[in-house]
Nanobody, 126 residues
């Protein structure tokens, strides 16, 4: 089993920034592709960003491209999501997830990931 713990969420005004962290334990972190997803009230969980095991390939949802940056530090078993220019529509619970050997197509799908964190709330006020 892999445990994932997100942190860094909170309340921020529109235009502000937050940095989410996800600390992993229990498995070899560097063997896993990592993703960030979010779920707003009444909506389905949606893809935000993903990064491969080595960090060599990164994907973003169109809605966050140019504003969010995903990164990872394998030595610290941690993946990050830097969120800039936040908008009220970014309000959601943000989850990190881990999966193995994911193709570009699979990295954006909720069903592709084996392990999930408990989520951290991000609220952007207008």
């Amino acid at each position: 089993q892999m445990q994932l713990v997100e942190s860094g969420g909170g309340l921020v005004q529109a235009g502000g920034s937050l940095r989410l962290s996800c600390a992993a334990s229990g498995r070899t972190f560097s063997s896993y592709d990592m993703g960030w997803f979010r779920q707003a009230p009444g909506k389905e969980r949606e893809f935000v960003a993903a990064i491969t095991r080595s960090g060599g390939r990164i994907n973003y949802a169109d809605s966050v491209k140019g504003r969010f940056t995903i990164s990872r530090e394998n030595a610290k078993n941690t993946v990050y999501l830097q969120m800039n220019s936040l908008k009220p529509e970014d309000t959601a619970v943000y989850y990190c997830a881990a999966g193995t050997r994911l193709s570009t197509e699979l990295r954006v799908a909720v069903r592709s990931y084996d392990y999930w964190g408990q989520g951290t709330q991000v609220t952007v006020s207008s």
